[in-house]
C-alpha cells in the first residue's frame, strides 16, 4: 500500500484512493469545507492536506517525543503486514523500539463481512435493487449516503478497529513492514449531514488499549486523537466480533460502501449521460465477479487492475500539478496538463473496454507488435541461424553446403537479425528471448535435439511472451515456460502460425488466436493455462492435430465451481472455424470444448437440448450435437475428450 493512502483494507479489493468526484466530496466531509465538483485545484490541496500529509502532534516537544519513539524497525523485524478484515483472526503485533511502559494489547478479529460468501446475483440484487434501487449516476452518492445512515441506526455505540495512515504516527516507516496502524476504539455515530457517504465518526480509545503495534504509547494516540477531535472517516473503522447481530449489518453496510467506492464507482459517471446506470453497476459486478472465479484468467485480470490503478494515480497527477500552478498557466505547463489529460482519457478507453460485455466476450487483447515487417533482404538470399555458445562442424554437417550460417549465442540477437525467410536453429540450452513478442517476418524457429532440452522461458517483466503477426511463422521441437507473462504463452494477432511437436507450459493464459488469424497446432502438449488451453476468437481458424491439451483452467481461486473454461473455448460471433482430429484433451477443470456464446439465441437449437448429449465427447449418433458443429464450422474425429470436471463438449451463454 503507497504510504499516501488510506490504509483501509475492503472486502474482495486492493484498496486504492479515487480521485475526482469521489476525492473532492470526501474533502468535504473530512474538511468541513465546501468543494465544488469542478474544482480539481482546491480539491488536490485538501486531498494532500487531509489524506497524504502526517497530522503533527500537539506542540514540538511533542512532536519531537513522537520522532524518538516512533522509529520503526526494518521490515525484516516485522511480524508481518495488515491484511482484509476476510483474512485475518488477529491483528499481527509490531514492535517499535521504546522502552515497555505498557505494551498494548493484540487487536480482536474484525467482523468478517457476509460479502465474501455473495453470489453474483446476490451482489447485483444488493446494489441495483437495496442500495442505488434504480438511480441515475449523479444520484449515487446520495444514495450510498441513505443506504449506511439507515443501517447505522441500528447501534449509536459500538467497538470497532480504527485502522488509519501509518504517517499519522510514524516520521519515518517502512511500506513493507506495516500498512496501517490499528487502534481498538468506540465509536459514537454522531454524524454530519453530508451528500457524501464519506461520513465522520466520534471516536474514543477503548480498554483495554490494542492496537497492532506493541508498544505504541497511548498518550500518543490521544493525542492524535485530540488533534484530530476525536472525529475519524467511519469508512476507516472496522466493527469487531462479540456484538450483537446488528453490528454484522452495519459490518456488512461498510463493506458495501467500501467496495462500491473502490470498484464499482468511476471518476467519469456523473460526467456521462446514462440511461440504466444499475446495468452499469451489474456489468461492473459481473466484470468483478469473472475476475474473481476465474473466468477472466489471473494474468489478464491483473493487467486489467493494473490499468484501474493507474488510472486512478493518473488523476491524482493531474489534480496535483494544476494545484501547483499559482498564476496563469505557461505554454510548458498547458501542454503538460493536456498530456496528462489525454494519458487518462486513454486509460478510461481501455478500462470501458472491460467493461462493456460484448467487448469483454471478444477480448479483449490489444495489438502488442508494433514493429513493421522486414521483409526479405536486398541480395535474396537467406541466412540460417545458428544459436549456441560454441558451434561445431556436427551441428552443420546435415545443411547444404551453400548455406549461409550466422552463428550467436543468444537467441534474442538471432531473432533480430532475421529476415522472412530465414530460419533460426537452436541448440539444447535455456533462453530468454523478448523478441519473440515480436515476430513479424516469416522465419522458421527449430530445436535440434529432444525438445525438453531446449527451453524457452518468458521474461517476467513484460506482458507478452510469444506473439506473432507474420503471414507464416513457424515453432518446431521447442519447449515454451511462462513465467509471469500476462498476455497468453502464444498470441497470433493476424496471419498464421505453425506449432509442431512444441511443449507449452502456461502460468497464465494459454494460446490465443485472435480475430482473423489462423493456427496449426500438431503433435503438441499444452498444459497449466489458468484459462482455456486454446482460446479462439471471433472469426478466427485453427487446426489441432494429435495434440495432449490438460490440466487447464488450473485456476488460483476458492471458487472454481462457476468457470467453463477448459481445454478449448471458442468465442462466437461471427464463430471461429476449427478442425480438431486425434487429439487427447483430459483432466482439465473446466469442460474439455467449451462455446462461448453472448445470448441464447445466438443458435438455431436452444442450448437444454445440446445438453443431454453434449458431454459424451464425440458420439457420432449425436444428431443434435452434429448439427450445432456444422453451423460452427467445428470438424472434431476420432478426438478422445475425458476426465474434464465438468464435462466435454459445453455451450456456454454469457
Same mark, same amino acid.
Given at each position: 500500500?503507497?504510504?499516501?493512502?488510506?490504509?483501509?483494507?475492503?472486502?474482495?479489493?486492493?484498496?486504492? =484512493?479515487?480521485? /475526482?468526484?469521489?476525492? @473532492?466530496? #470526501?474533502?468535504? *466531509?473530512?474538511?468541513?469545507?465546501?468543494? $465544488?465538483?469542478?474544482? +480539481?485545484?482546491?480539491?488536490?490541496?485538501?486531498?494532500?492536506?487531509?489524506?497524504?500529509?502526517?497530522?503533527?502532534?500537539?506542540?514540538?516537544?511533542?512532536?519531537?517525543?513522537?520522532?524518538?519513539?516512533?522509529?520503526?524497525?526494518?521490515?525484516?523485524?516485522?511480524?508481518?503486514?495488515?491484511?482484509?478484515?476476510?483474512?485475518?483472526?488477529?491483528?499481527?503485533?509490531?514492535?517499535?523500539?521504546?522502552?515497555?511502559?505498557?505494551?498494548?494489547?493484540?487487536?480482536?478479529?474484525?467482523?468478517?463481512?457476509?460479502?465474501?460468501?455473495?453470489?453474483?446475483?446476490?451482489?447485483?440484487?444488493?446494489?441495483?435493487?437495496? =442500495?442505488?434501487? /434504480?438511480?441515475?449516476? @449523479?444520484? #449515487?452518492?446520495? *444514495?450510498?449516503?441513505?443506504?449506511?445512515? $439507515?443501517?447505522?441506526? +441500528?447501534?449509536?455505540?459500538?467497538?470497532?478497529?480504527?485502522?488509519?495512515?501509518?504517517?499519522?504516527?510514524?516520521?519515518?516507516?517502512?511500506?513493507?513492514?506495516?500498512?496501517?496502524?490499528?487502534?481498538?476504539?468506540?465509536?459514537?455515530?454522531?454524524?454530519?449531514?453530508?451528500?457524501?457517504?464519506?461520513?465522520?465518526?466520534?471516536?474514543?480509545?477503548?480498554?483495554?488499549?490494542?492496537?497492532?503495534?506493541?508498544?505504541?504509547?497511548?498518550?500518543?494516540?490521544?493525542?492524535?486523537?485530540?488533534?484530530?477531535?476525536?472525529?475519524?472517516?467511519?469508512?476507516?473503522?472496522?466493527?469487531?466480533?462479540?456484538?450483537?447481530?446488528?453490528?454484522?449489518?452495519?459490518?456488512?453496510?461498510?463493506?458495501?460502501?467500501?467496495?462500491?467506492?473502490?470498484?464499482?464507482?468511476?471518476?467519469?459517471?456523473?460526467?456521462?449521460?446514462?440511461?440504466?446506470?444499475?446495468?452499469?453497476?451489474?456489468?461492473?459486478?459481473?466484470?468483478?465477479?469473472?475476475?474473481?472465479?476465474?473466468?477472466?484468467?489471473?494474468?489478464?485480470?491483473?493487467?486489467?487492475?493494473?490499468?484501474?490503478?493507474?488510472?486512478?494515480?493518473?488523476?491524482?497527477?493531474?489534480?496535483?500539478?494544476?494545484?501547483?500552478?499559482?498564476?496563469?498557466?505557461?505554454?510548458?505547463?498547458?501542454?503538460?496538463?493536456?498530456?496528462?489529460?489525454?494519458?487518462?482519457?486513454?486509460?478510461?478507453?481501455?478500462?470501458?473496454?472491460?467493461?462493456?460485455?460484448?467487448?469483454?466476450?471478444?477480448?479483449?487483447?490489444?495489438?502488442?507488435?508494433?514493429?513493421?515487417?522486414?521483409?526479405?533482404?536486398?541480395?535474396?538470399?537467406?541466412?540460417?541461424?545458428?544459436?549456441?555458445?560454441?558451434?561445431?562442424?556436427?551441428?552443420?554437417?546435415?545443411?547444404?553446403?551453400?548455406?549461409?550460417?550466422?552463428?550467436?549465442?543468444?537467441?534474442?540477437?538471432?531473432?533480430?537479425?532475421?529476415?522472412?525467410?530465414?530460419?533460426?536453429?537452436?541448440?539444447?540450452?535455456?533462453?530468454?528471448?523478448?523478441?519473440?513478442?515480436?515476430?513479424?517476418?516469416?522465419?522458421?524457429?527449430?530445436?535440434?535435439?529432444?525438445?525438453?532440452?531446449?527451453?524457452?522461458?518468458?521474461?517476467?517483466?513484460?506482458?507478452?511472451?510469444?506473439?506473432?503477426?507474420?503471414?507464416?511463422?513457424?515453432?518446431?521441437?521447442?519447449?515454451?515456460?511462462?513465467?509471469?507473462?500476462?498476455?497468453?504463452?502464444?498470441?497470433?494477432?493476424?496471419?498464421?502460425?505453425?506449432?509442431?511437436?512444441?511443449?507449452?507450459?502456461?502460468?497464465?493464459?494459454?494460446?490465443?488466436?485472435?480475430?482473423?488469424?489462423?493456427?496449426?497446432?500438431?503433435?503438441?502438449?499444452?498444459?497449466?493455462?489458468?484459462?482455456?488451453?486454446?482460446?479462439?476468437?471471433?472469426?478466427?481458424?485453427?487446426?489441432?492435430?494429435?495434440?495432449?491439451?490438460?490440466?487447464?483452467?488450473?485456476?488460483?481461486?476458492?471458487?472454481?465451481?462457476?468457470?467453463?473454461?477448459?481445454?478449448?473455448?471458442?468465442?462466437?460471433?461471427?464463430?471461429?472455424?476449427?478442425?480438431?482430429?486425434?487429439?487427447?484433451?483430459?483432466?482439465?477443470?473446466?469442460?474439455?470444448?467449451?462455446?462461448?456464446?453472448?445470448?441464447?439465441?445466438?443458435?438455431?437449437?436452444?442450448?437444454?437440448?445440446?445438453?443431454?448429449?453434449?458431454?459424451?465427447?464425440?458420439?457420432?449418433?449425436?444428431?443434435?450435437?452434429?448439427?450445432?458443429?456444422?453451423?460452427?464450422?467445428?470438424?472434431?474425429?476420432?478426438?478422445?475428450?475425458?476426465?474434464?470436471?465438468?464435462?466435454?463438449?459445453?455451450?456456454?451463454?454469457?
Amino acid at each position: 500500500m503507497a504510504s499516501g493512502s488510506r490504509a483501509t483494507v475492503p472486502e474482495d479489493s486492493d484498496r486504492t =484512493v479515487s480521485p /475526482g468526484r469521489r476525492g @473532492e466530496k #470526501a474533502v468535504s *466531509a473530512l474538511t468541513g469545507d465546501s468543494v $465544488e465538483a469542478g474544482t +480539481l485545484k482546491s480539491a488536490a490541496s485538501a486531498v494532500r492536506s487531509v489524506v497524504a500529509s502526517p497530522r503533527p502532534v500537539k506542540g514540538k516537544a511533542g512532536r519531537e517525543a513522537a520522532q524518538r519513539r516512533l522509529q520503526l524497525l526494518p521490515g525484516s523485524q516485522a511480524e508481518g503486514r495488515g491484511q482484509g478484515p476476510e483474512e485475518e483472526e488477529e491483528e499481527p503485533l509490531v514492535s517499535v523500539p521504546e522502552e515497555d511502559d505498557g505494551k498494548a494489547q493484540p487487536l480482536p478479529p474484525v467482523c468478517v463481512s457476509a460479502m465474501r460468501g455473495m453470489w453474483r446475483e446476490e451482489k447485483v440484487a444488493l446494489y441495483c435493487d437495496e =442500495v442505488l434501487q /434504480g438511480c441515475k449516476a @449523479e444520484d #449515487a452518492d446520495d *444514495a450510498i449516503s441513505k443506504y449506511l445512515s $439507515e443501517k447505522l441506526k +441500528l447501534k449509536g455505540t459500538w467497538l470497532g478497529v480504527w485502522k488509519t495512515n501509518p504517517e499519522l504516527f510514524f516520521v519515518k516507516y517502512e511500506e513493507a513492514s506495516i500498512s496501517f496502524v490499528g487502534i481498538l476504539v468506540e465509536v459514537t455515530c454522531k454524524l454530519r449531514q453530508s451528500s457524501s457517504s464519506c461520513f465522520k465518526v466520534t471516536v474514543s480509545v477503548a480498554e483495554p488499549f490494542s492496537s497492532n503495534i506493541a508498544n505504541i504509547p497511548r498518550d500518543l494516540v490521544d493525542e492524535i486523537l485530540e488533534e484530530l477531535e476525536h472525529s475519524v472517516p467511519l469508512l476507516e473503522v472496522y466493527p469487531v466480533e462479540g456484538q450483537d447481530s446488528d453490528l454484522h449489518d452495519i459490518a456488512l453496510a461498510l463493506e458495501v460502501v467500501r467496495f462500491f467506492y473502490d470498484f464499482l464507482w468511476r471518476d467519469w459517471d456523473d460526467e456521462e449521460s446514462c440511461e440504466n446506470y444499475t446495468a452499469l453497476i451489474e456489468e461492473r459486478i459481473n466484470l468483478w465477479c469473472d475476475i474473481q472465479d476465474g473466468t477472466i484468467p489471473g494474468p489478464i485480470a491483473q493487467r486489467f487492475k493494473k490499468t484501474l490503478e493507474k488510472y486512478k494515480n493518473k488523476r491524482i497527477e493531474l489534480i496535483e500539478y494544476q494545484s501547483n500552478i499559482k498564476e496563469d498557466p505557461s505554454a510548458a505547463e498547458a501542454v503538460e496538463c493536456w498530456k496528462k489529460y489525454y494519458e487518462i482519457v486513454m486509460l478510461c478507453g481501455l478500462l470501458k473496454m472491460w467493461e462493456d460485455l460484448r467487448l469483454r466476450v471478444h477480448g479483449p487483447f490489444f495489438p502488442r507488435i508494433l514493429r513493421r515487417r522486414k521483409g526479405k533482404r536486398d541480395f535474396g538470399k537467406t541466412i540460417t541461424h545458428i544459436v549456441a555458445k560454441v558451434m561445431t562442424t556436427d551441428m552443420v554437417k546435415d545443411l547444404s553446403s551453400d548455406t549461409l550460417l550466422q552463428q550467436h549465442d543468444d537467441l534474442d540477437l538471432a531473432l533480430d537479425s532475421c529476415y522472412s525467410g530465414d530460419t533460426v536453429v537452436i541448440f539444447p540450452g535455456e533462453y530468454q528471448a523478448v523478441n519473440l513478442a515480436l515476430l513479424t517476418d516469416d522465419i522458421v524457429i527449430k530445436g535440434i535435439g529432444k525438445r525438453e532440452e531446449i527451453m524457452i522461458t518468458s521474461e517476467p517483466s513484460y506482458d507478452s511472451f510469444v506473439v506473432s503477426k507474420a503471414d507464416n511463422v513457424k515453432l518446431m521441437h521447442l519447449s515454451l515456460i511462462q513465467q509471469g507473462t500476462v498476455d497468453g504463452i502464444v498470441v497470433v494477432e493476424s496471419g498464421h502460425m505453425t506449432l509442431e511437436n512444441c511443449v507449452l507450459k502456461c502460468e497464465g493464459t494459454g494460446v490465443c488466436v485472435l480475430t482473423g488469424a489462423a493456427l496449426t497446432i500438431t503433435d503438441s502438449e499444452i498444459t497449466g493455462a489458468q484459462g482455456a488451453g486454446v482460446e479462439l476468437y471471433p472469426g478466427s481458424i485453427a487446426i489441432l492435430e494429435r495434440n495432449e491439451i490438460h490440466h487447464c483452467n488450473n485456476l488460483r481461486t476458492t471458487d472454481s465451481s462457476k468457470s467453463t473454461l477448459g481445454g478449448v473455448n471458442m468465442k462466437v460471433l461471427p464463430a471461429p472455424k476449427l478442425k480438431m482430429t486425434n487429439n487427447h484433451i483430459y483432466n482439465n477443470n473446466g469442460y474439455g470444448v467449451s462455446i462461448l456464446q453472448p445470448t441464447e439465441q445466438f443458435f438455431i437449437v436452444a442450448e437444454e437440448a445440446l445438453s443431454k448429449g453434449a458431454a459424451s465427447g464425440d458420439k457420432k449418433d449425436d444428431n443434435m450435437l452434429s448439427k450445432v458443429m456444422q453451423n460452427l464450422n467445428l470438424e472434431m474425429n476420432n478426438n478422445k475428450i475425458e476426465a474434464n470436471l465438468k464435462g466435454d463438449i459445453r455451450i456456454v451463454t454469457s
